[in-house]
């Protein structure tokens, strides 16, 4: 095989190996936490990778936040989040993620839930 045929080769062979890494960062499995715009003041959340804290922070209404998860996990991988205003509400949430993106809604009373809330629907005080 003569040099030109051989870099051809090698230059294809980089490009997919670029490829597929750009593919497995992009498509990564995430969790998507949402507070609802109309959520009141922000909250602090702690987010927890197998009862290890890898990242704390504050998200305000309105905003979304994304944390990646590992790719390569063992059988008992859990992720779980703990969120607080103040010291009065105090709410958590635990599971064993798959390998796609989830999604998580914060409402006013820091109730977290999988699916957001109805468009228009009035909540009791």
Do not use: C
Request: charged share 25%; glycine share 10%.
């Amino acid at each position: 095989m003569d040099k030109a045929r051989k870099q051809r080769l090698l230059g294809v062979l980089a490009l997919v190996l670029l490829f597929g890494g750009y593919v497995a960062w992009t498509e990564r499995p995430q969790i998507v936490l949402r507070y609802e715009a109309q959520g009141g003041p922000a909250v602090s959340y702690s987010f927890r990778e197998n009862g290890e804290e890898t990242l704390a922070g504050e998200i305000k209404p309105g905003e979304a936040r994304t944390f990646p998860l590992r790719l390569w996990r063992s059988g008992d991988y859990r992720v779980a989040f703990q969120f607080h205003r103040g010291a009065e509400k105090y709410a958590s949430f635990s599971s064993r993620p798959g390998y796609s993106k989830m999604e998580l809604f914060i409402g006013p009373n820091l109730e977290v839930s999988t699916q957001p809330r109805p468009e228009g629907l009035i909540q009791a005080q």
